[in-house]
């Protein structure tokens, strides 16, 4: 079992190589110098400054030194400082080690795409079983209807329409940001709550399509599974029905699951762009998406990188819960 | 009794299904108003009337009026074209790439083979909307560069799937007939492997349009996909959240256009996938 991870992980080392030198190449390759940016925003620079600045980038080298230059700083995670006018180091402004926990933005970013996570894996299970189970009922047919809606969904559509529900018309529930103004002044209670009924809507926004797509696969692995005839067996023998469900079954119908999830990923990832500037939540799909649009060059390279290395962790997460899942994988070793 | 042809067994099955029927109809149906664009809405989708602005819906204007008076039923409508070029160029973008991948891969396996398998485990691993978005920031937005750049990010499943079919084609005694006649690679490949695994690269195509449909409205509705004036679902449901608290009819209206179309290619995707799929042919058939 160790041998098998060892080996992924080195699997991962090529990847995780490829990804850099994509984040790299997508900017160098895009028309004018990554500085010219900075300078307009200062027309008054000299050209003697414009050169150090330059030098600072090494741009006046070839694209593949300027590349090995830039993977060996970001090797110790040095992604450079931010063209924003604050100038911080990028690093700093994704996991701002001064700022509480609650507030960095990968850890915002991270903390919902897990709780969205555990949502998705707590329902689509039941429901992908209760499908199969009871095939061709109607709460299996209701369940098809409400998937392939779910699968069609505009997330930022259903975004708009619940903020306007639960937000404007109804009142219930904040649409915007991750805490109130008057958050300071709340008693304990008042916090966890305002914290929590911020996270409410988007949390179910990036649930319900993921939700839709895994019962709908549980249900399709489970219905495969039913069939073999190591269920026949256990049936034969005289189990309740629950048991050959839920042991016998489940198990196996699992092992698809957790491929998915582990593809996944980076759809999710990505799809924080979307539900953080909806909600306007200050997490790191929100900060690639303003430095997107201020070309802001190494701060979008750096969320690109870590955007990747983040699918990675994922797809070997993954791994290891398949391993745990299936016997056979560990035995091979 | 109709002859036992795959053609004739696909489309009794697809017409089996009464909801991947729907799908494909209500597909003709948004070709015909965004053909007829034109002719059908009610106004010009950039006419500005400034006296009447951010009304409700209402007779004159059955789905109301945006921020300047624009009648929104005409921009929808106008926003059918926007949304299924996009979808259809993007696709055919991501479907010439995953095809001559995945062939050249299947086919002659090998370090190339390797190769193309390594850069497809690349471009799936940095998730694909932070990759549209960067390469975004640097071009101008314009529709064809978002259908370049997103048939340029979802060509990998295609790619695959192309791979998979040639693997199990290329040794067949057919091809290896054809092989031993001296044919040509490309005229192998294309001629004998590929016209016989076109059903899934279809499937795959038209659920690809859903996906690119999405993911065109979601960049216009961020701002940086199509851009005002050009009316797209996008766009006008960006409206719609600025003016989120007064104009609900700017949100629901071109929402519910994507949510329908989108739906109606998953049906008919899935529909022509299942129907294509010969374990799950009735004996009936």
Not at chain 1, 49 to 75: C, H, S, T
Not at chain 2, 21 to 40: H, N, Q, S, T, Y
């Amino acid at each position: 079992m160790f041998a098998y991870l060892i080996k992924r992980l080195l699997e991962m080392i090529p990847t995780l190589f490829g990804i850099t030198l994509i984040s790299f190449l997508i900017i160098h390759l895009a028309p004018g110098k990554p500085t010219d940016i900075l300078t307009e925003l200062n027309p008054k620079i000299t050209p003697e400054a414009r050169e150090r600045l330059e030098k600072m980038y090494n741009l006046d080298k070839p694209v593949i030194v300027q590349y090995g230059l830039w993977l060996k700083r970001i090797v110790k995670l040095n992604f450079g400082e931010s063209f924003s006018t604050d100038r911080r180091p990028v690093m700093q402004k994704i996991w701002d080690k001064k700022q509480p926990l609650l507030d960095r933005r990968l850890f915002i970013t991270l903390m919902i795409n897990l709780i969205t996570f555990a949502i998705i894996l707590a329902i689509s299970i039941p429901i992908g079983v209760s499908s199969a189970t009871h095939q061709n009922s109607l709460y299996d047919k209701m369940m098809t209807t409400t998937v392939f809606i779910g699968f069609a969904m505009p997330s930022f559509w259903f975004a708009l329409l619940l903020m306007m529900f639960f937000g404007v018309y109804l009142g219930w529930l904040p649409i915007s940001g991750l805490k109130s103004l008057n958050y300071d002044a709340l008693p304990l209670l008042g916090k966890i709550w305002d914290r929590i009924s911020h996270l409410i809507l988007p949390v179910f926004i990036s649930a319900f399509g993921g939700l839709a797509g895994d019962s709908r696969f549980m249900r399709s692995s489970m219905l495969e599974v039913v069939r073999q005839d190591y269920v026949t067996v256990a049936r034969a023998k005289g189990l309740p029905e629950k048991k050959v469900i839920y042991k016998h079954a489940l198990r196996n119908a699992l092992l698809p699951l957790i491929t998915l999830i582990g593809l996944s990923v980076p759809g999710m990832i990505g799809g924080s762009v979307i539900l953080e500037s909806v909600f306007g939540i200050p997490g790191m799909g929100q900060l690639f998406f303003m430095s997107v649009m201020t070309r802001d060059y190494p701060m979008v390279m750096c969320i690109l990188t870590i955007g990747g290395m983040l699918t990675l962790v994922g797809n070997l997460l993954a791994d290891i819960g398949y391993m745990l899942a299936d016997p056979r994988i560990r035995a091979r070793q | 009794m109709k002859a036992h042809s795959l053609k004739n067994v696909f489309w009794r099955r697809f017409k089996k299904n009464r909801l991947t029927l729907a799908g494909g109809i209500v597909v003709l149906l948004m070709f015909l108003v965004a053909l007829l664009a034109p002719f059908i809405s009610p106004y010009k989708p950039d006419d500005i009337d400034r006296k009447h602005i951010l009304e409700a819906p209402s007779p004159k204007h059955p789905l109301g009026t945006d921020d300047l008076g624009r009648d929104v039923l005409s921009r929808v409508i106008w926003g059918a074209r926007i949304s299924l070029s996009v979808g259809f160029v993007a696709v055919g973008i991501a479907v010439v790439i995953g095809i001559m991948l995945g062939a050249v891969s299947g086919y002659y396996g090998g370090w190339m083979d390797s190769i193309i398998m390594r850069f497809i485990d690349i471009m799936l691993s940095i998730p694909t909307f932070f990759l549209i978005l960067a390469v975004i920031a640097f071009i101008e937005p314009s529709i064809w560069n978002i259908m370049i750049v997103i048939g340029l990010t979802s060509w990998m499943g295609v790619a695959r799937l192309v791979r998979a079919e040639v693997l199990s084609l290329k040794e067949r005694e057919y091809v290896l007939a054809a092989k031993a006649l001296g044919a040509a690679d490309v005229n192998i490949i294309f001629r004998h492997i590929m016209i016989n695994s076109m059903a899934p690269v279809f499937v795959s195509a038209v659920l690809g349009i859903a996906g690119a449909v999405l993911i065109e409205s979601a960049l216009s509705f961020l701002g940086i996909g199509v851009q005002p004036p050009t009316p797209s679902w996008g766009n006008i449901l960006n409206l719609g959240k600025d003016n989120i608290e007064i104009a609900w009819w700017l949100s629901v209206f071109p929402g519910l256009a994507i949510l329908i179309t989108v739906l109606s290619y998953n049906l008919m995707g899935e529909g022509m996938r299942d129907a294509l799929d010969p374990r799950l042919w009735d004996v009936e058939i």
